[in-house]
């Protein structure tokens, strides 16, 4: 009713038309989804410029500083490898099982990081929300940014694994500049969603650690893929190797390692459709999803 009244006499103009006349705009007005994806690229060099700070500035205060980006996965492979490949002797089942492991282990902990990262990309930047007008995809963006400058770090170190344990190069060493793209793709979108969800639902980050376990077992990551068939339905390991996460692990282990070429859970050009598919609809789904929640961000 207010916007409907006349708020200047002598024009007899709302104050809605009156708005419009002088070019003022609701405070946080969600723009339409094209002029939203401009602005958000006209922001890129910021979103370069800050993950490169947050990366410089994560472990700073640590004596290894930097080098906790490789020491954490590889950390991570040697435990797995211990339970996993000498406890369990998995080992005896999968051909050069330390690539294999290291692989799989490298690859998801970039989704998982942007997974939980992204949970409070909103939520832990309330202070720059409210205080600068800005895009706020630009904040789940810059979470993938990090993870992805530590995981090219990573993947170096992954190189040497591979070559150390006896595996050749390739020319299939290239598609993993293909494949890592695809899973950046899916990360934002996929950051995007928890970033959304995460500035509603303020307990989903004491979840997050359960839900990312379960889905690491799910993902072929600590165990021959083979065993998906092997002891689930069909329908249900049919299910399981949708899994983006498994896909993009299979994907570079067909890139990096020869001795796994025989096992693949299915056909590379299946796995490559499915990695497309799966940045393709993570990718704008999550975008569109994030946009049109852009004027909660910050209130409340």
């Not at 796994?260 to 990718?283: D, E, I, R, T, Y």
Request: aromatic content about 12%; charged content about 10%; some cysteine.
């Amino acid at each position: 009713m207010a916007n409907t009244a006349v708020a200047d006499p002598e024009s007899g103009l709302t104050r809605a038309q009156l708005a419009q006349r002088y070019g003022l705009r609701v405070a946080g007005e969600r723009p339409a989804l094209g002029e939203y994806a401009r602005r958000l690229w006209a922001y890129r060099h910021f979103m370069t410029a800050y993950s490169r700070a947050k990366v410089a500035s994560s472990l700073s205060n640590t004596q290894l500083g930097q080098l906790w980006q490789v020491l954490t996965p590889l950390t991570n492979a040697a435990v797995y490898f211990l339970i996993f490949g000498l406890i369990l002797a998995q080992h005896k089942n999968v051909p050069n099982f330390i690539a294999y492991l290291c692989t799989g282990v490298f690859i998801f902990i970039f989704t998982q990081t942007a997974a939980t990262n992204g949970v409070s990309a909103i939520t832990g930047n309330l202070g720059l929300i409210r205080a600068l007008q800005f895009p706020r995809a630009a904040l789940p963006i810059t979470v993938t940014l990090v993870q992805l400058q530590q995981l090219l770090m990573s993947m170096v170190v992954l190189a040497g694994i591979v070559l150390v344990t006896g595996e050749p190069i390739t020319f299939r060493w290239i598609l993993i500049v293909p494949m890592l793209l695809l899973q950046t793709i899916f990360n934002v979108g996929l950051s995007m969603v928890m970033a959304r969800l995460g500035s509603k639902a303020t307990d989903l980050k004491q979840i997050m650690p359960f839900v990312m376990r379960t889905w690491l077992y799910a993902s072929g990551v600590l165990y021959p893929v083979a065993l998906i068939r092997e002891h689930l339905p069909s329908w249900a390991a049919n299910i399981l190797e949708w899994n983006p996460p498994l896909v993009f692990i299979e994907l570079a282990r067909y890139a990096l390692l020869d001795s796994h070429q025989a096992n693949l859970v299915s056909s590379p050009l299946k796995l490559w459709a499915l990695g497309l598919f799966w940045a393709v609809v993570m990718g704008i789904g999550g975008f569109v999803y994030f946009w049109r929640g852009e004027k909660e961000y910050g209130r409340g």
